[in-house]
C-alpha cells in the first residue's frame, strides 16, 4: 500500500518507502522521503529517453540503487540513439533540483494518490493527439 496522506502529516518515514527498477531486473531501487512534484515531461530529451511521446516523473530525496546493475548509467545529454541505455530509464538528475527523479513506472506500485501529476512540463512540445493531463496546474490534491 502506499503512504497515506493521515501518514505524510505524522512523518512516517517506513510508509513512504518504495521499491522499483527497470524491465530486466538489473536495477533496483528503494525511495524515501515523500514523492515531490509529481509531473509529465513532453521536452524532446524525455521522447527520445522514454520512446515515448511523455515522461512521468517524481521527485524523492534519497534514492538507494540495490540492484545487480547498481546505479543506472548518468548521461550529460542524450547521446543519439544507436546508444540508448537500456536501463537507464528510470531516473534523472537535474542540476536546479535537489530531489532524485525517479521515472514512475519504473515503481512497483505507480497507484499513490500523491504520484497523480501536478505540471505538465513542455505542455507546447506534446503530441497534439494526445489530451493534456487534466487540472496539472495545481499544487494541492484536494
Ligand atoms: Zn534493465
Ligand atoms: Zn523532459
Redesign the pocket.
Same mark, same amino acid.
Given at each position: 500500500m502506499n503512504a497515506t496522506a493521515a501518514a505524510d502529516a505524522q512523518g512516517d518515514e517506513a510508509a513512504q518507502e518504495r521499491t522499483g527498477g527497470c524491465l530486466c531486473g538489473r536495477i533496483r531501487f528503494t525511495t524515501e522521503g515523500p514523492a515531490t512534484f509529481p509531473h509529465t #515531461?513532453? #521536452?524532446r530529451?524525455?521522447?527520445k529517453l522514454g520512446g515515448t511521446p511523455v515522461?512521468w516523473?517524481v521527485g524523492f530525496a534519497t534514492v538507494s540503487w540495490t540492484g545487480e546493475g547498481g546505479e543506472p548509467t548518468w548521461y550529460e545529454t542524450f547521446p543519439g540513439e544507436a546508444k540508448r541505455g537500456f536501463c537507464s530509464r528510470v531516473a534523472a538528475i537535474d542540476s536546479d533540483i535537489p530531489e532524485i527523479g525517479i521515472n514512475v513506472t519504473a515503481l512497483d506500485d505507480t497507484s499513490g494518490p500523491d504520484l497523480v501529476p501536478i505540471h505538465a512540463?513542455?505542455r507546447d512540445n506534446a503530441v497534439h493527439w494526445l489530451p493534456p493531463v487534466p487540472e496539472t496546474e495545481h499544487n494541492t490534491a484536494g
Open positions: #515531461c513532453a #521536452c530529451d524525455c521522447q515522461m516523473w512540463s513542455f
